[in-house]
């Protein structure tokens, strides 16, 4: 079964330009969940969808913002990119849905963002 | 609200030494536990989890964590450490049985071993 795949892989964005993530999840899985992790903040939850509806949120401003596709693809957009926006984004699917008994996340190798 | 500590920020120990991980967490109720690892250069994964059942879990590579409810912990253990589990370990918890919980991270325990 082929694993979490996000694209790209690498990013190198300006300030204020708006960006867009994807993320591939595990064949069957129907939740996908979003991390922005760095060496300051660690791993910080942004947001987690299920069946194409957004089922939590973190707390970040508004400018990031997410989507679900009915094949369960996720995408991550950030807008007016920030310097500190720059960190590895995180994707990771799930059988089932945060709290219940099959939720066991699967990462991807993430997408590296550089904001200059 | 919740939260995940991981009081050792970077543990150094040597070949075959015993490993012991401390993860706490704050949450009044029941809550789904996990251990996952980074090595270098690799993705998350899951080392080890606990929803329910007995608290001592074995996981992959020889890990195993005890959930003690009453100390609110689920530290992470190995008897005998290898070079090869050099890496970053995260605990973290998600509170179960709720569709809207969310999953928190601890801030991560490097482990570096001497070979």
């Known amino acids: 079964k082929a694993g979490v795949t996000q694209t790209p892989r690498y990013l190198i964005k300006t300030r204020g330009q708006q960006v867009t993530l994807s993320c591939s999840p595990i064949?069957?899985?129907?939740?996908v969940s979003w991390y922005q992790q760095t060496p300051g903040q660690g791993l910080q939850f942004l947001f987690e969808?299920?069946?194409?509806?957004?089922?939590n949120k973190g707390n970040f401003p508004g400018r990031f913002s997410g989507r679900q596709f009915s094949n369960s693809r996720s995408e991550m957009n950030v807008s007016t990119l920030e310097l500190g926006d720059s960190a590895l984004y995180l994707c990771?699917?799930?059988?089932?849905?945060?709290?219940?008994?099959?939720?066991?996340?699967?990462f991807g190798p993430g997408t590296r963002l550089t904001v200059t | 609200a919740q939260s995940v500590s991981q009081h050792n920020h970077h543990v150094i120990l040597s070949e075959a030494a015993s490993l012991e991980l401390g993860c706490n967490y704050s949450?009044?109720?029941?809550?789904?536990l996990f251990w996952y690892v980074q090595y270098p250069g690799q993705h998350l994964q899951l080392l080890l989890k606990?929803?329910?059942?007995?608290?001592l879990v074995k996981g992959i590579k020889g890990f195993e964590a005890e959930f003690i409810k009453s100390k609110f912990s689920f530290n992470l253990r190995k008897p005998s450490v290898q070079w090869s589990d050099t890496a970053e370990y995260f605990c973290?918890?998600?509170?179960?049985?709720?569709?809207?919980?969310?999953?928190?991270f601890g801030s991560g325990t490097r482990l570096s071993i001497r070979p």
């Open positions: 990771a699917s799930s059988l089932g849905l945060a709290g219940s008994n099959s939720y066991e996340q699967y």
């Open positions: 064949s069957g899985h129907r939740s």
């Open positions: 969808y299920f069946s194409e509806t957004q089922r």
């Open positions: 949450y009044g109720g029941t809550v789904n």
């Open positions: 606990y929803f329910s059942g007995d608290p």
């Open positions: 973290a918890v998600n509170p179960a049985y709720s569709s809207a919980s969310k999953i928190i």
